[in-house]
């Protein structure tokens, strides 16, 4: 097994004229969110969908139901994933290291704990359900670690097939996005303070960008406390390609990138966090920051939305889904045992 070099992103990899069209998609439909909550607040006198939400909602049914354009889809892609990366990295402004030290040795190990479980039993369900072992571990890691982001790092690895990989990644998108629009009923059901919900969505949604998703209903705290659990969790992704290498004997064939290990935005997110608690940040900048994070957020999650298409479950086949169903719910279900377990507040 070899590694290769952390190199800077390619934020340009292809022209901007290219670009261009996917981008405005994605921009008009975080405009259309703004503009629904916007409704929503002069209707209801809350915000009961957030506008993250809503970008996701309205960018699925889009490209569910209207034929889109193959042009849009590097400025759709671009957006979904640079801009998320981006919004990521301002969001270390909001965040010191003083949140990290509250999380204490606990809550770390626990969530460390959590993952290795969710991979063993999601792995189970998945051979349990006749699921062949690489597609099997697909899911496994798509659900315990981070989704799409997982799937693709640890698809090399295992040399997994190509339909695998395809109906992982179709599957863990659906899910992924139906997770952030049902969980904020857990804030209520349970009767969860902000902490708990906070941590609560950084231990059960797939993306970083769908954290802040998630967490939004339980306000800054929950967004800053789950952003910070779901951080940790992405971590593990490490320990995880190398344990897998290490199994599968492939220590001198398998090429493993730095950056699938530790992607540059986490460093660029731990170095704003550093220069917040350093004092380096202005108290003043912080809350336009996150305005611009929040803003920049949604037009991912807009892109996001609208590389989701709902016919895509039934491409992926129910075993897949059982596996995948049951394995959300199953780490929904620790998750809720581990915060009550380390008594969160």
Same mark, same amino acid.
């Given at each position: 097994?070899?590694?290769?070099?952390?190199? /800077? $992103?390619?934020?340009?990899?292809?022209?901007?004229?290219?670009?261009? $069209?996917?981008?405005?998609?994605?921009?008009?439909?975080?405009?259309?969110?703004?503009?629904?909550?916007?409704?929503?607040?002069?209707? /209801?006198?809350?915000?009961? *969908?957030?506008?993250?939400?809503?970008?996701? *909602?309205?960018? /699925?049914?889009?490209?569910?139901?209207? $034929?889109?354009?193959?042009? *849009?889809?590097?400025?759709?892609?671009?957006?979904?994933?640079?801009?998320?990366?981006?919004?990521? *990295?301002?969001?270390?402004?909001?965040?010191?290291?003083?949140?990290?030290?509250?999380?204490?040795?606990?809550?770390?190990?626990?969530?460390?704990?959590?993952?290795?479980?969710?991979?063993?039993?999601?792995? /189970?369900?998945?051979?349990?359900?006749?699921?062949?072992?690489?597609?099997?571990?697909?899911?496994?890691?798509?659900?315990s670690i981070c989704g799409n982001s997982a799937v693709a790092a640890v698809a090399p690895v295992i040399d997994a097939e190509g339909d695998d990989v395809a109906a992982a990644i179709a599957f863990t998108a659906v899910l992924g996005v139906a997770v952030v629009l049902a969980l904020p009923l857990a804030l209520h059901t349970f009767s969860m303070t902000t902490s708990q919900y906070g941590v609560l969505s950084g231990l059960t949604v797939y993306a970083v960008p769908q954290v802040l998703a998630a967490a939004q209903p339980g306000g800054p705290i929950a967004i800053q406390t789950g952003t910070l659990v779901k951080l940790i969790r992405v971590l593990m992704l490490g320990p995880v390609l190398l344990t897998l290498a290490v199994g599968r004997g492939r220590e001198n064939e398998t090429s493993i990138r730095l950056s699938q290990i530790l992607p540059w935005f986490i460093i660029g997110f731990a170095l704003m966090m550093g220069c917040r608690s350093a004092g380096l940040i202005p108290q003043h900048l912080a809350a336009p920051l996150g305005y611009i994070s929040n803003t920049l957020t949604v037009i991912a999650m807009a892109a996001l939305g609208l590389t989701v298409d709902i016919r895509s479950v039934l491409q992926a086949g129910g075993r897949v889904i059982l596996t995948a169903s049951l394995s959300i719910f199953m780490l929904v279900v620790t998750s809720l045992g581990l915060i009550f377990l380390l008594q969160i507040h």
């Open positions: 097994m070899m590694f290769t070099s952390l190199k /800077t $992103p390619r934020l340009m990899e292809t022209s901007l004229f290219q670009l261009l $069209p996917g981008l405005a998609l994605s921009i008009l439909v975080s405009v259309a969110a703004f503009a629904a909550e916007g409704l929503e607040v002069q209707l /209801t006198g809350g915000k009961f *969908v957030e506008n993250l939400v809503l970008a996701i *909602v309205i960018g /699925t049914a889009v490209r569910t139901f209207v $034929p889109l354009w193959k042009g *849009v889809e590097k400025g759709i892609a671009f957006s979904a994933k640079r801009i998320m990366e981006a919004a990521i *990295v301002l969001l270390g402004a909001s965040i010191s290291l003083q949140a990290l030290e509250a999380a204490g040795f606990a809550l770390v190990g626990g969530i460390v704990v959590l993952v290795a479980f969710a991979i063993l039993a999601s792995y /189970t369900l998945g051979r349990t359900f006749g699921l062949n072992r690489k597609l099997a571990m697909l899911v496994a890691c798509g659900n």
